[in-house]
């Protein structure tokens, strides 16, 4: 068991890739806090968790509320004595060209991205810093945070900021014995995704078929999605890696898409 006792704080884990996160560090021994908007969803999974042995906790968190984050922070903390992992997860997709985006959508979105893995950092860092034992710091990015695609401004530009964040955390964290790192996925069908696929046939005046094979995956060396399991085994990597030697590195996981 590669995360044994270590407690990690994923946001946004009541769905798609951060629940595989979860269900894989249950796995590997780790406490798991389900922090999610949706707190009925996150209750449901953490009992999914429970029921497989492992010991995990529902918070209901919106990651753009100050109060809020530090709340759940400190109620997982108080919970399982500490945080050792944070998984900063928790995303939403808006999707218009630049000329017709709402500057509410815009600040909506740089909220949840931007805002949301600032506030979880602070307050998860304040706990690993005491601790006095080191920690994992992880960012879910995006090929995104590399790459720009069509009608995706706030979401290529937050997932972009997400790369010098972890770079700073990395930098500040090292004395600490805390990492950072971003994993950069190509698409995943999950929920975020389903959603776009009718919404970009839309917009750009095509079938829903021709959005996943022509747009979505058309760079792949496969033509596949990357899955939630892809995703989950490199956040392994990355939160039970037992050196510094990757910190401040980002990683993307896309079957091809965007290679560096
Ligand atoms: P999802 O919709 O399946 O899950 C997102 C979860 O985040 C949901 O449970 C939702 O309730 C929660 N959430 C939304 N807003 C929140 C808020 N303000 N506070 C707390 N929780 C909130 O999406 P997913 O595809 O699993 O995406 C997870 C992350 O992965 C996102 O950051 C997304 O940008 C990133 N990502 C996804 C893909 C993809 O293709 N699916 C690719 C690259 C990166």
């Known amino acids: 068991m590669q995360l044994k006792d270590k407690v990690a704080f994923i946001t946004g884990s009541a769905s798609g890739i951060g629940k595989e996160i979860a269900i894989v560090f249950a796995q590997e021994g780790a406490k798991i806090v389900i922090a999610d908007l949706n707190k009925a969803a996150a209750d449901a999974t953490a ?45 939403i997709q ?8 709402s500057f ?23 706990h690993m810093y005491a ?14 945070s590399k790459e720009a695609s069509m009608l995706k401004a706030p979401y290529v530009t937050a997932k972009h900021g997400l790369i010098g964040l972890c770079k ?6 090292a004395k600490h014995g805390v990492r950072a790192n971003v994993i950069c996925p190509g698409f995943v069908r999950t929920p975020l995704v389903e959603k776009q696929i009718p919404e970009q046939a839309k917009t ?15 760079e792949t060396v496969d033509g596949e999605f990357t ?13 039970g890696f037992p050196t510094n030697a990757l910190t401040g590195q980002s990683l993307v996981v896309s079957h091809g898409w965007f290679m560096q």
């Not at 808006?94 to 985006?101: G, K, L, N, R």
């Not at 509410?104 to 304040?126: E, N, P, V």
């Not at 750009?204 to 058309?218: D, R, S």
């Not at 892809?230 to 990355?238: E, I, N, S």
């Open 94 to 101: 808006i999707v218009h060209p630049v000329d017709e985006f």
């Open 168 to 173: 700073t955390v990395a930098k500040e964290g």
């Open 204 to 218: 750009l005046g095509i079938t829903e078929e021709e959005v996943v094979k022509n747009v979505m995956l058309k």
């Open 47 to 91: 009992a999914e968790l429970k029921a497989t042995g492992a010991e995990a906790i529902g918070v209901g968190v919106d990651v753009t509320s100050e109060d809020q984050v530090n709340a759940a922070v400190e109620e997982a903390a108080a919970a399982f004595g500490g945080i050792d992992i944070l998984i900063s997860n928790a995303g």
């Open 131 to 144: 601790q006095g034992r080191g920690g994992s710091v992880i960012y879910m990015g995006s090929v995104h």
């Open 104 to 126: 509410a959508d815009w600040k909506k979105m740089l909220a949840i991205h931007l805002d949301g893995a600032f506030l979880t950092t602070r307050a998860c860092l304040k």
């Open 227 to 239: 899955t939630t399991d892809d995703v989950a085994r490199v956040a392994l990597l990355f939160a």
